[in-house]
């Protein structure tokens, strides 16, 4: 791939299944662009965070390829990428160390 300018500071990137493509975000959209360099970054989401949260979007892919999955503090949200929608799912757990900090999580 050829470099760019007009890509901005990538948070976290993942390859689709099939390899054909990069997700990526760019501060809380997520966007997708063909690896082959053929075609514009086409945006596949526009995630909400809460107030307090980073201004980029740290996230793990699905094996699928359809949702993402992100932490804020101790909740953990997927974002279904075919149709945006985002659900809260909480992380259960008798104890959050380092309270203030948000976990790692992957799929």
Known sequence: MLPSNDLPFLESVAYTPDGSALIY??????M?????????????????????ASLTLRFSLDGTGQYL?????WRGFRVDLANGSTTPMPIKTDEHPGEGDSPNAAW
């Open 32 to 52: 997708r662009i063909p690896v082959d360099g053929r075609g514009k970054s086409q945006v596949l989401a526009r995630v909400t965070l809460p107030a307090d």
């Open 25 to 30: 975000s760019a501060g809380h959209a997520i």
């Open 69 to 73: 999955l992100y932490v804020h503090r």
